[in-house]
């Protein structure tokens, strides 16, 4: 009877150490995952590790990285074991459709579904991908399209009396709207829309292939838009600022020369659009998936086939939280009370004591932008 125990429990022993061998023996490969994740909560992507006072958006996903048993415990810790890395590091309260992350896991059967069955529901891994064994994802990446959501009452006029709530966005608006966002294509040196950053640093000139707002339509009886931007990289607040300037002049507080004077050496006071509604759509491998999609080992990295899996997302996850927070906290309608304190003529020396004075109102919305190369 006791060696009939004790066989049982040899047993027991021997088929949970064939299930950790099972795990090792599962082979590590590069892959990249889609990831979709609403930000509200979150101080950002990037994880600190060492700081559990705030939340990532990493720090949910390596959890469930370890509790699905596709990375060792001890990965989790240090992320450099498991060549981690994130295609664009989006801030505090900024959402994401269409990241994409790279690092080494086990293959282990059923993986996406054990990772979403170990995360919130709102953060989702949508794909999965083989990549080479050097790929990194950040340095990879051609260009990234953020997408920017956002009440057209911001488009109303300063003079003009406006109701938030049934303001209309007019066709001539949307026009001079979009003649302003497309000033912005091409190359030009972006100084003045990040934070330290000097005139003369050559990374403060970035390419910009596209920029446009599309159609408004309603939501809860508000008006919203979104605009897209397509560049290279982005520099924190930089997507922001570009917004918030334009704004500033449809609405008749700044000329539209400033654009122009903006890429100059002159310091200008750039005003900062709300972070909520910023949005990273989707990122572009195009040299990555002409070199290596049709080698007959790697697929391209491209998602058709999880377009309808990321608009479901965003319908049920990222657009009720822009529209409900917008709503509740009018992070909008706050900034633009801020607009008048910006001192649109000025030159560095003047700028000095206004953003002291405008810095408190303009901050207190919070959520950077994002930094793509800002890691």
Sequence with gaps: EENGHQNKRWKSDADEEGAEDQNKRSPKRKIVLLMAYSGKGYHGMQRNVGSSQFKTIEDDLVSALVQSGCIPENHGEDMKKMSFQRCARTDKGVSAAGQIVSLKVRLIDDILEKINNHLPSHIRILGLKRVTGGFNSKNKCDARTYSYMLPTFAFAHKDHDMQEEVYRLDKET??????????????????????????????????????????????????????????????????????????????????????????????????????????????????????????????????????????????????????????????????????????????????????????????????????????
């Design 174 to 375: 949307l026009n001079k709207v979009n003649k302003l966002l497309a000033c912005y294509k091409g190359t030009h040196n972006f100084h003045n829309f990040t934070s330290q950053k000097g005139p003369r640093d050559p990374s403060a000139k970035r390419y910009i292939m596209e920029m446009y707002c599309g159609e408004p339509f309603v939501r809860e009886n508000i008006e919203f838009a979104v605009i897209k931007v397509k560049g290279q990289s982005f520099m924190m607040h930089q997507i922001r600022k570009m917004i918030g300037l334009v704004i500033a002049i449809v609405k008749g507080y700044a000329a539209e020369s400033i654009i122009e004077r903006s890429w100059g050496e002159e310091k200008v006071d750039v005003p900062k659009a709300p972070g909520l509604g910023l949005v990273l759509e989707r990122v572009h491998f195009e040299k990555y998936n002409r070199r290596f999609g049709n080698d007959g080992l790697h697929e391209p990295l491209e998602w058709t086939e999880e377009e309808e899996k990321i608009a479901v997302f965003k319908e049920q996850y990222i657009y009720p939280t822009i529209i409900n927070t917008e709503k509740e906290e009018k992070s909008m309608a706050n900034w633009l009370n801020t607009l008048p304190i910006h001192d649109f003529n000025s030159s560095a020396v003047g700028m000095q004591v206004n953003h002291k004075t405008s810095k408190n109102s303009s901050d207190l919305e919070g959520s950077d932008g994002c930094g793509d190369d800002s890691d």
